[in-house]
Structures are given as structure tokens and as C-alpha cells.
């Protein structure tokens, strides 16, 4: 007789075979990634390859006849004014669960690290204002050459948009650095608080964050 208790399948909630489903999907983006399959050099075949591996899985864990998943490209953001803001990736089992994620590729020759630093809080600010917005969650993901991101900032952008390795931020404390050209009017006020944790593969330093109403 079976034991119904050592059992595993697919969850038949759809928003916890979602975070499987994203979960997966950013396991073989990875592997794929490391070990050749996937040749990335610019963040768009990110998005584009990442889209696909999700699109993939996700059809997969489809377990009920009716059951859909869908991935969309350049989502727009709830809230957003006159539609000018998107989301890289939105994936859901409709009617369900739905899951915002935002990516960034940064590669040392591209530089402009304090600038890249910013954009990554602009992301994860993004994410918050999706999951207010009816989104599940969220996922932030950044894959890296540069160390700049990596390691403790000694002066500059990097100590108040920080990015290094055991980082944490601080829960509703307002980010603003007016030297930085560019972004000199970008201020910021995270929700939650995220800890940059690393993970450092050859050359490559990977990053994933999760976003929800409820993270503390």
C-alpha cells in the first residue's frame, strides 16, 4: 500500500506552484547560463531567455485541464501614469496568481556602477508598487561581472544606494543621493527591508530578492 504521506506533487495552490514554477525557472536560467547554453551579453536576451524558461515550466506545471499560464514582456505597472512604466516579466496562472519581476544585467565594461546601483532600488521600488497593486509577489534578479556590486562601498552613491554582499536595508528610511548625475532627483523609500545576499559563481555574482506586501 502506498503511503499517501511520502507523496510529492505539483501544489494544486496556484500561488504556491507559482513561486515553484519561478523558482525552477531561475535554477536552469542559472545552470544555463554557467554552463554555455545561454549566451548573455545585454540585459534583453536576459529578459528574453528568462521569459521563455518560465513560459516553458510554467506550461508544465499546468495540472487541470483549465489550468493557463502566461508570461507577458514590458507589463505595464499598476499605477503607473499614463502607462509609461513596465514591468520586464509578469507571470500568472489568471484569476489565480500573478508575480512581478524585474532583472538587471550589468557587465563591468558597461560601467556607471553608482548609476546601475540606483536603478536596481528604482526596480525593487517597482516591484513593492506591483504587490500594492494586486501582484502575489515579486522577484528582483541582477546577474554581474563587476564587483562593485558586490563589495562594501568606501565613498559616494554606493553608501547610500548600497548593493554589497550582507547588505540590508532599512525599512522605510528614504534614499536620495543629489551628487549623482543623472539621478540626482531620484529619492526613494523602500517598504520592506532586503538583504543583499550574493551568490558567487566563477566570475559571476547572482542576486535574487523577493518582494511581497508582507516582507519585513
Known amino acids: 500500500m502506498q503511503d499517501d504521506s511520502r507523496t510529492q506533487i505539483l501544489p494544486a495552490d496556484h500561488a ?11 535554477l536552469i536560467l542559472k545552470s544555463r547560463f554557467i554552463q554555455g547554453r ?17 513560459s516553458a515550466y510554467g506550461d508544465l506545471c499546468c495540472t487541470a485541464r483549465d489550468d493557463l499560464f502566461l508570461v507577458d514582456l514590458e507589463a505595464r505597472l499598476p499605477g503607473s501614469t499614463n502607462g509609461r512604466e513596465y514591468l520586464d516579466i509578469a507571470c500568472s496562472f489568471p484569476e489565480h496568481a500573478k508575480c512581478a519581476i524585474e532583472l538587471k544585467f550589468k557587465t563591468a565594461k558597461q560601467g556607471a556602477q553608482d548609476h546601475g546601483r540606483i536603478d536596481a532600488y528604482q526596480d525593487i521600488e517597482a516591484l513593492e508598487r506591483a504587490c500594492r497593486g494586486g501582484y502575489n509577489f515579486g522577484r528582483f534578479y541582477m546577474i554581474t561581472n563587476s564587483s562593485a556590486y558586490v563589495k562594501p562601498p568606501r565613498r559616494g552613491v554606493g553608501t547610500v544606494f548600497d548593493t554589497h554582499h550582507g547588505h540590508t536595508t532599512t525599512a522605510g ?25 550574493w551568490e558567487t559563481l566563477g566570475e559571476w555574482h547572482f542576486l535574487e530578492l523577493h518582494i511581497s506586501p508582507t516582507s519585513k
Not at 38 to 54: D, G, K, N
Open 16 to 26: 504556491q506552484r507559482l513561486v515553484h514554477v519561478i523558482d525552477q525557472a531561475w
Open 38 to 54: 545561454h549566451e548573455i551579453l545585454l540585459e534583453a536576451p536576459f529578459q528574453h531567455y528568462f521569459a521563455h524558461i518560465l
Open 173 to 197: 528610511k528614504t534614499l536620495h543621493c543629489p551628487k549623482s548625475v543623472g539621478r540626482e532627483n531620484v529619492r526613494l523609500t523602500p517598504d520592506n527591508s532586503y538583504t543583499f545576499d
